[in-house]
């Protein structure tokens, strides 16, 4: 049974930094790729970031982009998320999505693409 656990949300300042991970399991193959969506209060789950294990090729929601980044560690199914100038309105439960489906014109900023997904962390920015 699959599992994807996420770790490092919590508390952070504006201007500052937090990291997340998540570790997927489950399976002896790697995942196609990994992604990062978050829900703020009263608003609907958005894409935040994804990557591909293998080749390592990002994507990223125009919000994030200079400020956070994708990473991953394919030989420990794992995905990163370093956010960095974290402002306010970062403030959300950030979900780790995986899929193990490789199909042409996949659109991996779709929340419909992956078919795994963890329990959520939250994050909180104090201005």
């Known amino acids: 049974q699959v599992r994807l656990v996420e770790s490092g949300g919590g508390l952070g300042r504006t201007g500052g930094s937090l990291r997340l991970s998540c570790a997927a399991s489950?399976?002896?193959?790697?995942?196609?790729?990994m992604g990062w969506f978050r829900r703020a209060p009263g608003k609907e789950r958005e894409f935040v970031a994804a990557?591909?294990?293998?080749?390592?090729?990002?994507y990223y929601e125009d919000s994030v982009k200079g400020r956070f980044t994708i990473s991953r560690d394919a030989a420990k199914n794992t995905a990163y998320l370093q956010m960095n100038i974290m402002k306010p309105e970062d403030t959300a439960v950030y979900y780790c999505?995986?899929?193990?489906?490789?199909?042409?014109?996949?659109?991996?900023?779709?929340?419909?693409?992956?078919?795994?997904w963890g329990q959520g962390t939250q994050v909180t920015v104090s201005s």
């Open positions: 489950g399976r002896t193959d790697s995942p196609f790729a």
């Open positions: 990557i591909r294990l293998s080749g390592g090729s990002t």
């Open positions: 999505a995986a899929t193990w489906i490789t199909v042409p014109g996949i659109h991996l900023f779709q929340d419909y693409e992956y078919n795994f």
